[in-house]
């Protein structure tokens, strides 16, 4: 079992920037493919961003593209969301999910979870 701890929300005005972070421990962190989701309110959640074991790819939803970036350090097990250009549709529960496979690319493959980090943005 792995445990996500994400930290890093918070409320920011329109156009301001943020930085996700999650700690993983427990099973393995290095070789599998990690996410990021949220889940704004009424809403289900979504996909938002994901990345390889290596670091060498990375996938984003549409929403998000050219604004958000992430990354990992396998060194420090944590996970990161750069979040920029930030907008009120950006308002969530922001998660922290681990894949089965290397790939991060899979939106089904996800299967550990933190307990999530709110970001509400201002207009």
């Known amino acids: 079992q792995v445990q996500l701890v994400e930290s890093g929300g918070g409320l920011v005005q329109a156009g301001g920037s943020l930085r996700l972070s999650c700690a993983a421990s427990?099973?393995?962190?290095?070789?599998?493919?990690m996410g990021w989701f949220r889940q704004a309110p009424g809403k289900e959640r979504e996909f938002v961003a994901g990345?390889?074991?290596?670091?060498?790819?990375?996938y984003y939803a549409d929403s998000v593209k050219g604004r958000f970036t992430i990354s990992r350090d396998s060194a420090k097990n944590t996970l990161y969301l750069q979040m920029n250009s930030l907008k009120p549709e950006d308002t969530a529960v922001y998660y922290c999910?681990?894949?089965?496979?290397?790939?991060?690319?899979?939106?089904?493959?996800?299967?550990?979870w933190g307990q999530g980090t709110q970001v509400t943005v201002s207009s």
């Open positions: 999910a681990r894949s089965t496979d290397s790939s991060g690319a899979r939106t089904n493959s996800f299967r550990d």
């Open positions: 427990g099973r393995t962190f290095a070789f599998a493919g």
């Open positions: 990345i390889n074991w290596s670091s060498t790819s990375t």
